[in-house]
């Protein structure tokens, strides 16, 4: 690709993936200038154990902890402003984030609550109009998660920031903590891993930086995906899928949200599916809209999706259809799982689509409503997708 005349890209993470990972996170703590944290967690982190095996990477440290595990999915900001006085009278100065969904949104809340004295989740200003720094946030992967969880992304209550400092300063994922509960999990998150990825770069502010973490990515899935969803506690796999979603969260993170993205958040009343799988069945139609008007990047997805000998056999005006018919091909790979469109047969009516499009078109930046229809009316009816060899 050819580099923009001006980009900007932020990756304020600092990732520690791999063996015995857990054992550096006091170190790593340290350095932040931590020595009072406290670890958030939820039901399902403490059964599992992997709670436990955080806990223990303080053993030998002189730092002080404090454990909080009562997170839930019902989990709010006055669940925030409870922790918030919590972590004042214990004097804790950083959260550590053990698990996904609730956990996550709820750890970033806390971290931006902790520096205001109104306990209000917002960027805090100091008196000469400076941001005040944020307590720093620990993320322990313990799977590919939501795709949040390293993102710049938080709701929680209603609330929806997008903010590059609500991204975690450590992003830990250590082998002997992550986990993927069965195949389905598996398949959503490749598929939602594939969904912010793919959109980061064909957006229109797709960069070389984008590429890189978005492409590797990608290419895990297409590499993983096979075993993962036979074996979904097979290592390598399940490892793969999880460096894959930090990865896509860094591209998403620079980028505006795509139409799949966006239909996969409007369409969550009209259809129940997780959202990694919305965003996986329109993506193949998000892909042939965006190659309209990028339709160089939807070919280097090709790449990524099909590995060096299948893009260089291919006709540079037909690689852009063929990475589309990829991404068709590991959605049929999971049709025993039950993942399987069109959005036609998952509970949609074709008299939701305008108003479902509507929705996603209005968030920001704004988006052309009838693009959005018919990306999604395309979804809904499902079949093949074809796509012109030159950019319109």
């Given at each position: 690709?050819?580099?923009?005349?001006?980009?900007?890209?932020?990756?304020?993470?600092?990732?520690?993936?791999?063996?015995?990972?857990?054992?550096?996170?006091?170190?790593?703590?340290?350095?932040?200038?931590?020595?009072?944290?406290?670890?958030?967690?939820?039901?399902?982190?403490?059964?599992?154990?992997?709670?436990?095996?955080?806990?223990?990477?303080?053993?030998?440290?002189?730092?002080?902890?404090?454990?909080?595990?009562?997170?839930?999915?019902?989990?709010?900001?006055?669940?925030?402003?409870?922790?918030?006085?919590?972590?004042?009278?214990?004097?804790?100065?950083?959260?550590?984030?053990?698990?996904?969904?609730?956990?996550t949104e709820v750890a970033k809340g806390l971290r931006m609550a902790a520096?205001?004295?109104?306990?209000?989740?917002?960027?805090?200003?100091?008196?000469?109009?400076?941001?005040?720094?944020?307590?720093?946030?620990?993320?322990?992967?313990?799977?590919?998660?939501?795709?949040?969880?390293?993102?710049?992304?938080?709701?929680?209550?209603?609330?929806?920031?997008?903010?590059?400092?609500?991204?975690?300063?450590?992003?830990?994922?250590?082998?002997?903590?992550?986990?993927?509960?069965?195949?389905?999990?598996?398949?959503?998150?490749?598929?939602?891993?594939?969904?912010?990825?793919?959109?980061?770069?064909?957006?229109?502010?797709?960069?070389?930086?984008i590429d890189i973490y978005a492409h590797a990515a990608i290419a895990l899935?297409?590499?993983?995906?096979?075993?993962?969803?036979?074996?979904?506690?097979?290592?390598?796999?399940?490892?793969?899928?999880?460096?894959?979603?930090?990865?896509?969260?860094?591209?998403?993170?620079?980028?505006?949200?795509?139409?799949?993205?966006?239909?996969?958040?409007?369409?969550?009343?009209?259809?129940?599916?997780?959202?990694?799988?919305?965003?996986?069945?329109?993506?193949?139609?998000?892909?042939?809209?965006?190659?309209?008007?990028?339709?160089?990047?939807?070919?280097?997805?090709?790449?990524?999706?099909?590995?060096?000998?299948?893009?260089?056999?291919?006709?540079?005006?037909?690689?852009?259809?063929?990475?589309?018919?990829?991404?068709?091909?590991?959605?049929?790979?999971?049709?025993?799982?039950?993942?399987?469109?069109?959005?036609?047969?998952?509970?949609?009516?074709?008299?939701?689509?305008?108003?479902?499009?509507?929705?996603?078109?209005?968030?920001?930046?704004?988006?052309?409503?009838?693009?959005?229809?018919?990306?999604?009316?395309?979804?809904?009816?499902?079949?093949?997708?074809?796509?012109?060899?030159?950019?319109?």
């Amino acid at each position: 690709m050819s580099v923009p005349d001006h980009y900007e890209f932020l990756c304020p993470s600092k990732i520690l993936s791999g063996l015995a990972a857990l054992k550096n996170l006091p170190v790593e703590l340290q350095a932040l200038n931590s020595t009072r944290p406290l670890i958030l967690a939820d039901g399902q982190a403490l059964a599992s154990g992997r709670l436990k095996r955080v806990i223990g990477a303080f053993r030998d440290s002189a730092m002080t902890i404090g454990v909080y595990e009562g997170v839930t999915e019902s989990s709010d900001r006055h669940t925030v402003a409870q922790l918030v006085e919590l972590f004042h009278d214990k004097g804790h100065d950083a959260v550590v984030a053990v698990g996904e969904g609730a956990v996550t949104e709820v750890a970033k809340g806390l971290r931006m609550a902790a520096v205001h004295p109104d306990g209000s989740m917002a960027r805090a200003v100091g008196e000469n109009g400076a941001t005040i720094p944020l307590k720093p946030l620990v993320q322990v992967m313990t799977g590919p998660g939501t795709g949040k969880e390293a993102s710049r992304m938080m709701t929680l209550s209603g609330v929806v920031l997008a903010d590059h400092a609500l991204m975690p300063e450590l992003v830990v994922i250590d082998p002997s903590v992550v986990r993927l509960a069965d195949s389905r999990t598996a398949a959503e998150a490749a598929l939602g891993i594939l969904a912010r990825g793919a959109e980061a770069a064909c957006g229109v502010d797709g960069n070389p930086m984008i590429d890189i973490y978005a492409h590797a990515a990608i290419a895990l899935v297409a590499e993983n995906i096979q075993q993962v969803l036979a074996k979904p506690g097979d290592k390598k796999g399940k490892l793969s899928l999880t460096n894959a979603s930090v990865m896509a969260a860094v591209a998403f993170s620079n980028a505006p949200a795509g139409p799949a993205h966006r239909l996969a958040a409007a369409s969550a009343a009209a259809i129940n599916l997780l959202p990694g799988i919305l965003m996986g069945l329109i993506l193949p139609y998000s892909l042939a809209w965006l190659a309209r008007s990028n339709h160089e990047a939807v070919a280097r997805l090709l790449l990524p999706l099909g590995g060096f000998d299948r893009y260089a056999d291919t006709s540079p005006k037909r690689r852009a259809e063929a990475a589309v018919e990829k991404i068709f091909e590991i959605l049929r790979r999971m049709e025993p799982v039950g993942i399987m469109g069109p959005l036609g047969r998952n509970g949609m009516t074709e008299g939701d689509i305008e108003g479902i499009a509507a929705t996603a078109a209005n968030m920001a930046p704004v988006m052309d409503a009838a693009s959005m229809a018919t990306i999604l009316a395309n979804a809904f009816a499902g079949g093949p997708v074809s796509i012109a060899g030159e950019a319109a």
